[in-house]
């Protein structure tokens, strides 16, 4: 079973809704939790972080569920240049190496 | 600011030769990281470095080597490359362990 599992979608969805994604870890004393974004054949860079009170950025809004073990991302009132690849990023204790899903595509349509 | 630095963006390689990838960071961040990313596969981790003078393996070592400079640089090298490791290749960095980590712009190798 892979570490973090993330839906592949892809999510299509029209400009102004909201979407939600999940993302379920493996390794119960992970510590660290990330939304990372990928555009089309460039870097991943960091969305936000996702703390145990969860925590809110704009549209965005981050969870985490340390009982049941996932995260989740919302995006509200979606617009065209949210369109990308998310990716759920964890990092287990003691270990030095994020884990990544293998993302999340989202497409924004007008 | 540069951030994380990689070169080149982009080669083409023919298979049994050998390069070097080169990666650098001005953040003063202890940790590096080589990841690559295939479809369908995800970002995996090659080689890491928690701190100047020390590397590790991670998922996917088979093939590549890596050098941690100094502080600032993080090299991976083939030794002779496989068309396996045509891929998009990552460098990473973050202060510590439980901290963000920064990504340079890749590097698209494809083997022939």
């Known amino acids: 079973r892979k570490e973090v599992e993330q839906d592949p979608g892809p999510f299509n969805v029209p400009e102004g809704a909201t979407v939600a994604f999940n993302c379920t870890y493996s390794?119960?004393?992970?510590?660290?939790f990330f939304w990372y974004r990928q555009d089309c054949r460039k870097e991943p860079k960091l969305l936000m972080s996702?703390?145990?009170s969860g925590n809110e950025d704009g549209r965005f809004t981050a969870q985490l569920n340390r009982a049941s073990q996932y995260i989740s991302l919302l995006i509200r009132d979606s617009k065209l240049s949210d369109s990308a690849t998310y990716l759920c990023?964890?990092?287990?204790?003691?270990?030095?190496?994020?884990?990544f899903g293998k993302g999340t595509s989202l497409l924004v349509t007008p | 600011n540069a951030g994380v630095t990689q070169t080149p963006k982009f080669q083409v390689l023919k298979t049994g030769q050998s390069m070097t990838l080169q990666c650098a960071q001005d953040?003063?961040?202890?940790?590096m990281y080589w990841y690559r990313q295939d479809p369908g596969m995800g970002l995996r981790l090659i080689y890491y470095?928690?701190?100047?003078?020390?590397?590790d393996k991670g998922e996917v070592p088979n093939g590549y080597n890596v050098s941690r400079l100094n502080k600032r640089e993080f090299s991976l090298r083939l030794e002779s490359a496989a068309p396996s490791q045509t891929s998009v290749y990552f460098c990473?960095?973050?202060?510590?362990?439980?901290?963000?980590?920064?990504f340079g712009q890749g590097t698209r190798l494809t083997v022939v």
């Open positions: 990473a960095s973050n202060r510590d362990r439980n901290t963000e980590a920064f």
């Open positions: 953040m003063n961040h202890n940790s």
């Open positions: 996702v703390y145990s």
């Open positions: 990023v964890v990092n287990p204790f003691g270990g030095y190496a994020l884990n």
């Open positions: 390794n119960s004393a992970s510590q660290s």
């Open positions: 470095s928690a701190s100047e003078g020390t590397t």
